[in-house]
């Protein structure tokens, strides 16, 4: 019923930028919060940042100053811009949201995953 498509992540140098998309498509009646999480291999998925509905933003103290989250309502698309990136941001990167369906129920969904891997 509800798919998340993530797509932008590769390989970049250290102090490099890239940007992430993950869109929302299915019978979707509306979006909550949407966020990007990342996870390395042995580890727990961690936030990286949320973006609720309204626009309000939270970020992991690792990433913030450094990335951007962003959201077209209309489209049901969460972005996040990552510029400066380090070595030690290298991870797979997940998108999660919270999805209403036309049927009034809940999907709290996730993203099949995209890495993201700093050279340095």
């Known amino acids: 019923q509800v798919q998340l498509v993530e797509s932008g992540g590769g390989l970049v140098q250290a102090g490099g930028s890239l940007r992430l998309s993950c869109a929302a498509s299915g019978t979707i009646r509306s979006v909550s919060a949407m966020g990007w999480y990342r996870q390395a291999p042995g580890k727990q998925r961690e936030l990286v940042a949320v973006i609720t509905s309204s626009g309000n933003t939270n970020y992991a103290d690792a990433v913030k100053g450094r990335f951007t989250i962003s959201r077209d309502n209309a489209k049901n698309t969460v972005y996040l811009q990552m510029n400066s990136l380090k070595p030690e941001d290298t991870d797979v990167y997940y998108c999660?949201?919270?999805?209403?369906?036309?049927?009034?129920?809940?999907?709290?969904?996730w993203g099949q995953g995209t890495q993201v891997t700093v050279s340095s």
């Open positions: 999660g949201a919270t999805i209403w369906l036309l049927n009034w129920s809940r999907r709290d969904s």
